[in-house]
């Protein structure tokens, strides 16, 4: 069945009285008892990407094939994931946004398919592709039946039901006209759903902001500077480092009024710790990207946000790199995992920053513990300050020769590590409880960066610098690792060379395998513990989605989506400018069109019959 | 005042010309009027030194285009997943045309097709350095500029200076 726009009738007024158990009680027990489906966007609330499934193992993995597959119809780059609940799959495609649901009980029949119409003006204002990172599901309760959530291009947030694709609700939540667009992925934490926006590009200001699931309705919005009611801090009680952030620390570090136009988009991952009830998201770049532009630490760009749901209030923050120089957005995956510090088991959050450090922290009260390079070759700064004593206490300690800002406006800083495409993008690392690694999809170049002077357009691009990338000098000559990373030691455990960024999102499950796609549009698996790889399929394009894992009737799925693009893509479809070129570099920096081409398509593998029965 | 100033290229530019030309000119640099070069037809131009100096706006152009047109037509012109290789662009298209996709936008979507180019009418920072772009992008396609970044620049005019304040405000 389709449904268009015809069906924005508010089902959701018909509200009940009284509410049984909360979407995320009953999301968390379906992430954490039911291994066979994949319920949210970042497999549980923890963003671990990691699967109870063991029937593919690392004994049999290399004779997965392929179970079926299924083009989207849409050409442009394809991130995110599917999730399965039940029989259903539902997955989202890049602009226009379609939303399909899949019924795998059913020979993979379409149930329904949602057509969004959008102004594809946005397209034009979309800085790195029209990507979408997928949608969010909240079970049914007594206020609203279950339902799909889709974060549109052009800033619609639309209430699907899962049954039949009618639309229950629909608000804006930003104005595509000011250059402001969404591609994250929504998530749903009790009886609410929490959805960011992008645009840092533009010169728009982020904001984080919780829609009731019911009627649709603004629970509260965090922008991510402003005044303290606008950034929902609270003077005393929220905490940078273990202090409190004081008055309007959202524009006490900004000149004028530059924070308005001061980016800090919301366009990453969201995760959620239940039992201490706070949500952690990161915050992009602040605009322009021309330093000199705007004075200060730009506080809250570039920083690990930890909220209570209910009220949006923030408990404490982290700013990873004050006053960017390089646009290392703050946005990637926050991971919450239990690890032992010495023989103290610590609740903390890990994070693979685009600047080239992984910091955990803990995730109660913010403090850090871990900050370390996870990729040797990162020069910007030589390390992120550790003693609470010092005035640099946490603070990444920058290299003059690196610094855009002492480089100084129509000045190019050449050989900076990593480039403004980080360390690490939005691509999600997975974690393994077992051996309690983080496996992280890297990209490994490196830039030259000129910041000059720009003018603000309202809806017009605002960056202010220009920018060369190559692959990492006097490297293995590839743009791209597969790292497993140990975040209490700060080291990376092994690491697997790749022609291309990596780009695409991990997935590490109980059958001691981890599974990754790349550029080229190869899906591989590896072995967990050593790196070592165990099978790789090409499929119909380059693979920057993630893979997930699911179960149906007995049988375990490994599904990714392909369709080369977004920003990788774009750098990397032609080949980046070579330094070394006539040094007899070869292969790494071929382009990336002599491997693969546009094309969405899901493709889902499982083990032949026999194997599977075996096991 | 950005618009006048690349409005008055066009109409310049057909002035001299006599005729919108579907095809673009022979590159060759006939003239200099301080630091920036015409080609016969009187269509800014680049110009590239022996030892392979470019002209400072043939630099302006790479600046400008690999902050704001890269990010969809692929670093230093040569296309990407997203938008078309303009250096292949400019060798068919018209001073005119050019001018009039960067300032008013093209929409081509249908089925299978999802591209849009923005329109930049508005942007002092793009429609001021339009022509720099313009000439960088005929350095890239029709001279032998390389990829990357130009070793070797000539000194930036006073003109271009004076120009530049006026026109970015």
Redesign the interface.
Known sequence: MKSGLLGAVSIAAVTAVAWSASANEQLQTMAEEQPGEWVMPTGNYANWRYSELDQIDKDNVDQLQVAWSMSTG????HEGNPLVIGDTMYFST???NNVFAVDLANDGIIKWKYEPQQD??V???M????VNRGVAYAPETDAYPATIILNQADTTVVALSADTGQVLWEVQNGDPGKGETATMAPQVVKDKVLVGNSGG?YGVLGHMTAYDIATGEVAWRAFSAGPDDMTLLDPENTTHLGEPVGVDSGTATWEGDQWQIGGGTTWGWISYDPELDLVYYGTGNPSTWNPAQRPGDNRWSMTIMARDPDDGMAKWLYQMTPHDEWDYDGVNEMILADLDFEGEERKVVVHPDRNGFAYTLDRETGELLVAEKYDPFVNWATHVEMDPESDQYGRPQVVAEYSTEQGGEDT?TAGICPAALGTKDQQPSAYSPETKLFYIPTNHVCM?Y?P????Y?AG??????????YPTPESHGGMGNFIAWDAVNGEIVWSIPEQFSVWSGALATAGDVVFYGTLEGYLKAVDMETGEELYRFKTGSGVIGNVMTYEHEGEQYIAVLSG??G?A???L?????DPAAGLGAVGGYASL?DYTN?GGQLTVFKLPEEVASSE | MMLKHAIRGVVLAACTAGFASAQAADPTAVENDAGKYFDAEGYPTFNIAEDGTVDFHTYSGFRRFNSECHVCHGPDGVGSTFAPALVESVQDMSYEDFVAVVAGGRENVGSGNQNVMPAFGTNPNIMCYLDDIYIYLRARGEGDLPRGRPAKKEAKSDVFAEMEDSCMG
């Open positions: 849409v050409l442009r780059g890049p602009f226009p594809p003006q397209i034009g204002v800085c790195c592709d029209t590009e190019n030259d000129e000059f002077r720009v003018s357009t017009q691009p605002y960056v202010g610098a220009t920018l060369s990338m080369v693009g920003w893509g774009i750098g479809a032609a080949g980046l400018t069109s546009l």
